[in-house]
C-alpha cells in the first residue's frame, strides 16, 4: 500500500518561506508515470493544486503560485518537498502530498498538515 506524509513546521510567520516534506513508502517516486503532488485547501475553499515533481524529475507549478514555489526530490529517501516563499495569512490552509497518475487520478494522500501563517 502506498502511503505518504507530510512534515514540516504548522506554523510561520508572514514573509517567511514555507518548507514541507512528504515521505514516500509503497513505491518508489521513480515509478513511470507518477506524479509527486501538493495540494491545500484553505478555510471554506475548495482544493488547489500548488504543483508536483514528476517521475522524471520535471516539475510544474500552479501558474498562481509560481513565483513563490520550488519543489525539488531526493530519489534516495524516495521524499520530495515543497518550499513557498513570502507566506501571507491568505496562504494559510491545510497542505497535502499526493500521488497522481498520467490520467491525473489522484489515488494516494497524505493526512494532511495544517499550516498557519501569523501576521
Known amino acids: 500500500q502506498v502511503q505518504l506524509q507530510e512534515s514540516g513546521p504548522g506554523l510561520v510567520k508572514s514573509s517567511q518561506t514555507l518548507s514541507l516534506t512528504c515521505s514516500v513508502s509503497?513505491?518508489?517516486?521513480?515509478?513511470?508515470?507518477?506524479?509527486w503532488t501538493w495540494i491545500r485547501q484553505a478555510p471554506g475553499r475548495g482544493l488547489e493544486w500548488i504543483g508536483h515533481?514528476?517521475?522524471?524529475?520535471?516539475?510544474d507549478y500552479s501558474s498562481a503560485l509560481q513565483s513563490r514555489t520550488s519543489m525539488s526530490r531526493d530519489t534516495f529517501k524516495n521524499q520530495f518537498t515543497l518550499v513557498l516563499s513570502s507566506m501571507t495569512p491568505e496562504d494559510t490552509a491545510v497542505y497535502y502530498c499526493a500521488r497522481a497518475d498520467s490520467l491525473w487520478r489522484f489515488e494516494f494522500w497524505g493526512q494532511g498538515t495544517q499550516v498557519t501563517v501569523s501576521s
Open positions: 515533481v514528476s517521475y522524471s524529475g520535471a516539475t
Open positions: 509503497g513505491d518508489s517516486i521513480t515509478t513511470d508515470s507518477t506524479y
